[in-house]
Nanobody, 124 residues
Framework: QAQLVESGGGLVQPGGSLRLSCAASGFVLAYNNVGWFRQAPGKEREGVSC????????NYVDSVKGRFTISRDSAKNTVYLQMNGLKPEDTGIYYC?????????????????WGQGTQVTVSS
């Protein structure tokens, strides 16, 4: 059974850093497209960053470019999101997701497997 488990969220001051991890079981993450999404209260789930299978292509939402980095460790079957220069507007629940086919899209509706989410709060 495919499963994704996120970790690494927490409370951090503006300007700080966090690294989120998403460990997969039941399937090989490297063969799939993966993405990080976030959802703030009262807002729709937003694609933050996505990576195609085998890491051939990555994309980021404009608001995190230059601050966030998505990466994958195939040996650990884990995908990461390094978040630097965090801002209060980055606050939300962060989810990782995987899908075999996305046609390069980084929208939530094309992803079929989801983790339970991890809370990120950026506040002084």
């Amino acid at each position: 059974q495919a499963q994704l488990v996120e970790s690494g969220g927490g409370l951090v001051q503006p300007g700080g850093s966090l690294r989120l991890s998403c460990a997969a079981s039941g399937f090989v993450l490297a063969y799939n497209n993966v993405g990080w999404f976030r959802q703030a209260p009262g807002k729709e789930r937003e694609g933050v960053s996505c990576m195609s299978s085998f890491g051939l292509r990555t994309n980021y939402v404009d608001s995190v470019k230059g601050r966030f980095t998505i990466s994958r460790d195939s040996a650990k079957n884990t995908v990461y999101l390094q978040m630097n220069g965090l801002k209060p507007e980055d606050t939300g629940i962060y989810y990782c997701a995987a899908a075999s086919r996305t046609n390069g899209s980084c929208v939530a509706t094309v992803f079929s497997s989801w983790g339970q989410g991890t809370q990120v709060t950026v506040s002084s």
